[in-house]
């Protein structure tokens, strides 16, 4: 091969190189709000987009919850309808009992509540968490709340 030609050949990978660049800068941005996750003291918790169950009629809101060894954490969650303005709660503030991690794991809470129908057309659905975690002797604040992505219920 010439020297030309290789010549050639860098300079397009350099080129190449930079929307990769960009793409994986830019990614984790475009992709964060789907996997929003939280992380105190050992815990990381995320919730997830809610599920449907169509034939018990229910909505199934799902926080997963993965400790180190030696953690407690106290999660709270909350079920809520997505409206222009003032978005509805589906379910009360629901505090789960306390969870021990004897080891490293991951662990599902999930709250229930009835197929809503709010409003004409689809819902749209979506859950709230929070955490505490017990280490040391000691309790750490809540954490901010944290939103799941929507699921949309078809209604129309
Ligand atoms: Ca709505
Ligand atoms: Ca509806």
């Not at 939280?38 to 909505?59: E, H």
């Not at 809101?61 to 409206?83: H, L």
């Amino acid at each position: 091969m010439s020297s030309t030609r290789k010549n050639n050949r860098a300079r397009l990978a350099a080129i190449g190189a930079v929307p990769l660049l960009v793409t994986a800068f830019f990614a984790p941005l475009a992709v964060a709000p789907a996997q929003a996750s939280t992380t105190l003291r050992g815990c990381t918790v995320t919730p997830l987009r809610p599920s449907v169950n169509l034939n018990a009629g229910t909505v199934v809101f799902r926080f997963e919850a993965t400790c180190s060894a030696g953690r407690t954490i106290r999660v709270q969650g909350q079920g809520w309808e997505e409206d222009r303005g003032a978005d509805q709660k589906l379910t009360n503030r629901h505090t789960f009992p306390n969870r021990n991690y004897k080891k490293y794991e991951t662990h599902t809470f999930r709250l229930r509540t009835g197929i809503p129908n709010t409003e004409a057309g689809d819902e749209e659905v979506y859950s709230q968490v929070r955490f505490r975690v017990y280490r040391g002797d000691t309790w750490s604040n809540w954490t901010d709340w944290e939103s799941s992505p929507v699921r949309v219920i078809d209604q129309r």
